[in-house]
C-alpha cells in the first residue's frame, strides 16, 4: 500500500478481467504462476506484491489450502457466545474435556473461524467482554483508555 500526503492509505485493487482470470485458475495455477501473468499486464510501477495477491484471494473467497473442519457443535457453541465470551475463553472451554475434543483451539483459529463464518463483534459487545474479563480476572489488568472513554459515552447515550 502506498501512503500519500493526507496519510490515507491505498489498496492495490485488480482490474475485472485480473478477478476473472483468477477465479477461473486460482486452483490449476501456482500463486507464483498467477502473480507473473498479473504483473506482466502491469507497468514497473503498478506490480503486484506476493502479499497483496495472498489479500485478493481472500477478498474473493478464494481458498488455496483446506481448513480443518470444526464440528458442529464448536460451531454452534461459537456462534452462542461469541457476544458474551473472548476469543481466548472460547478456545479454552472448546479445548475442555467439556467437548471430549482432541483438538486444541487457540484464540488464532477462533478468530479465523468467525472471519470465515463473517461474525463480527459490535462495539457494544467487545465493550461488555472487556469489563467481564477485568471483573473476572482475565487478560490485562487494566482496561485500555480508548476503551474506557467508549464505555463512558456508552453509558452516557443510554441515560438520555
Same mark, same amino acid.
Given at each position: ?24 485458475? *486460482?486452483? +490449476? @495455477?501456482?500463486?507464483?504462476? $498467477?502473480?507473473? =501473468? !498479473?504483473? %506482466? ?40 457466545? *461469541?457476544? +458474551? @465470551?473472548?476469543?481466548?475463553? $472460547?478456545?479454552? =472451554? !472448546?479445548? %475442555? ?64
Amino acid at each position: 500500500m502506498k501512503k500519500y500526503k493526507n496519510g490515507q492509505f491505498h489498496k492495490k485493487e485488480l482490474f475485472l478481467d485480473e478477478k476473472i482470470f483468477i477465479l477461473k485458475n *486460482y486452483d +490449476t @495455477m501456482k500463486y507464483d504462476d $498467477i502473480l507473473n =501473468h !498479473l504483473n %506482466s499486464n502491469r507497468n514497473k510501477n503498478n506490480q503486484i506484491a506476493y502479499s497483496t495477491l495472498r489479500h485478493r484471494f481472500k477478498d474473493l473467497k478464494c481458498f488455496k489450502y483446506t481448513y480443518i473442519p470444526w464440528a458442529k457443535i464448536h460451531e454452534k457453541y461459537l456462534k452462542s457466545h *461469541y457476544k +458474551t @465470551m473472548g476469543n481466548t475463553e $472460547i478456545a479454552s =472451554h !472448546l479445548s %475442555s474435556k467439556m467437548f471430549r475434543s482432541k483438538k486444541v483451539f487457540t484464540r488464532f483459529q477462533i478468530e479465523k473461524k468467525m472471519s470465515l463464518l463473517d461474525i463480527h463483534r459490535t462495539l457494544e459487545e467487545r465493550s461488555f467482554i472487556i469489563q467481564r474479563n477485568f471483573q473476572i480476572g482475565i487478560g490485562k489488568s487494566e482496561i485500555p483508555k480508548y476503551t474506557r472513554q467508549r464505555i463512558l459515552i456508552n453509558k452516557f447515550n443510554k441515560n438520555e
